[in-house]
C-alpha cells in the first residue's frame, strides 16, 4: 500500500502514514510514533542492525529525528532528549 497522506500534529511531527490499498478498498493508518533505531557515531561508520519493522519504515515516506541523549541512550521507550537533526525520508522501499 503506497503512503497518501501524513497526518500531523500542531508541531508538524508526523502521527499517522495512510496508505490506500485501491483494489482491496481499504486504507491503513499507521502510527509514526518514535522507534529507535540505535546510537549514531560520533566519528567514522557504524552498522546498526534494525527490526523488519524499522527496515519498512525507513524505506517509507516520513521523518527521521535524531535526538541528543544522555551516555548509554535514553532510558524511557522514547527520546527523551531535544532534537538536533531531521531529515526527510524519500521513500526508498
Same mark, same amino acid.
Given at each position: 500500500?503506497?503512503?497518501? *497522506?501524513?497526518? #500531523?500534529?500542531? =508541531?508538524?511531527?508526523?502521527?499517522? *502514514? !495512510?496508505?490506500?490499498?485501491?483494489? *482491496?478498498?481499504?486504507?491503513?493508518?499507521?502510527?509514526?510514533?518514535?522507534?529507535? !533505531?540505535?546510537?549514531?557515531?560520533?566519528?567514522? #561508520?557504524?552498522?546498526?542492525?534494525?527490526?523488519?519493522?524499522?527496515?519498512?519504515?525507513?524505506?517509507?515516506?516520513? =521523518?527521521?529525528?535524531?535526538?541528543? =541523549?544522555?551516555?548509554?541512550? $535514553?532510558? =524511557?521507550? #522514547?527520546?527523551?532528549?531535544?532534537?538536533?537533526?531531521?531529515? $526527510?525520508?524519500?521513500? $526508498?522501499?
Amino acid at each position: 500500500m503506497r503512503v497518501i *497522506a501524513i497526518v #500531523r500534529d500542531g =508541531e508538524q511531527h508526523p502521527v499517522w *502514514a !495512510i496508505r490506500l490499498a485501491r483494489t *482491496a478498498h481499504q486504507i491503513a493508518a499507521d502510527s509514526t510514533a518514535p522507534h529507535p !533505531i540505535g546510537l549514531l557515531p560520533q566519528t567514522e #561508520r557504524k552498522l546498526i542492525a534494525v527490526t523488519p519493522e524499522n527496515a519498512r519504515l525507513l524505506a517509507g515516506e516520513g =521523518e527521521i529525528e535524531v535526538t541528543l =541523549e544522555p551516555v548509554g541512550g $535514553s532510558t =524511557e521507550p #522514547r527520546p527523551t532528549g531535544p532534537v538536533l537533526f531531521r531529515a $526527510s525520508l524519500k521513500g $526508498s522501499g
